[in-house]
């Protein structure tokens, strides 16, 4: 109550210094950056105030400062992923944008894609309890990249515990048995599974022959990939080197039978700020094979 502001007298001869902040410290980091921009201000709430309003947070007066940017291209971000990424891929796009990107209110981005983000959930659950799976599963990505959602004090902090298997979002034993039946007698179905691999035109996969991945892709004989015209044809190509390498030969995809499923008239790759020449040349049908 009897501290306040004055500006320093020029005759002391110092130099001013602030401590860093993290910006995933938002209310202390925006402060930071209010301290650093607004001149003249005698408080807290002096430092809050844009054109004669005073803000809620000094992120809000941030915002109305024009001193960053709200969370618009990370919302589109995800509208784009959601036209051909799996919801699990999804769930770590939206743990690498809490991570590295530091949205605003990320609370907002949860709330507007947390169906895309727990669809397969929702295939054998009601809708609150797949957001929660979703939900879960998201804090455990943050855990694994020594975050938790306690770092983004405007998220939910109630974490329903889930038990989370790596076969959660793929098909039911059920469903598997029903697949089953149609096929000749002593021949099996393999579950979904992902080849964890960057997707430039020089990627290749970390999967060995010796590997338990490398011995199930040894013994499939068929593979089908679905919407697979909304991937770029690097993933294809990445595929086609993953199993020559694997069953040692040059053979196209290694002698395997690969049935893709999609539409040239209705879908093609995503290519951000790209012209109809470069998103037509990420096209599987552009390649080689």
Not at 7 to 32: A, D, W, Y
Not at 64 to 88: C, F, Q, S, V
Not at 95 to 113: A, G, N, S, V, Y
Request: glycine letters at 4%; one cysteine or more.
């Amino acid at each position: 109550m009897t501290s306040k502001w004055v500006p320093r007298k020029k005759q002391f001869n110092c130099i001013g210094r602030m401590f860093s902040v993290s910006p995933t410290q938002v209310e202390l980091f925006h402060l930071l950056l209010l301290l650093l921009h607004v001149k003249g201000a005698t408080s807290f709430d002096s430092l809050k105030t844009v054109n004669g309003i005073v803000q809620p947070t000094f992120t809000a007066a941030c915002l109305e400062l024009g001193l960053i940017e709200d969370d618009h291209e990370w919302a589109k971000a995800m509208e784009e992923a959601t036209m051909w990424m799996m919801p699990r891929r999804l769930r770590q796009l939206f743990t690498r944008i809490l991570i590295h990107c530091q949205p605003i209110h990320p609370e907002e981005l949860w709330d507007k894609f947390k169906d895309v983000l727990s669809e397969e959930f929702a295939r054998m659950n009601n809708s609150v309890l797949s957001h929660q799976m979703a939900y879960a599963e998201i804090n455990n990505l943050l855990n694994y990249e020594g975050k938790s959602l306690s770092d983004f004090p405007s998220m939910d902090q109630t974490v329903t515990t889930h038990v989370l298997t790596e076969n959660d979002n793929e098909l039911s034993q059920t469903e598997f048995e029903d697949i089953a039946t149609l096929l000749p007698k002593g021949k099996t179905v393999h579950k979904t599974f992902s080849l964890p691999v960057p997707m430039f035109s020089d990627s290749s996969s970390n999967i060995t022959a010796q590997s338990k991945e490398g011995l199930l892709l040894m013994e499939t004989k068929v593979f089908i990939w679905d919407e697979a015209l909304m991937t770029p044809r690097y993933a294809l190509e990445i595929v086609n080197r993953t199993l020559q390498n694997i069953m040692n030969n040059d053979v196209p995809f290694g002698g395997k039978i690969m049935i893709l499923g999609g539409d040239f008239r209705q879908l093609l790759p995503i290519k951000i700020n790209g012209t109809r020449a470069e998103t037509l040349n990420l096209s599987i049908k552009y390649s080689a094979l």
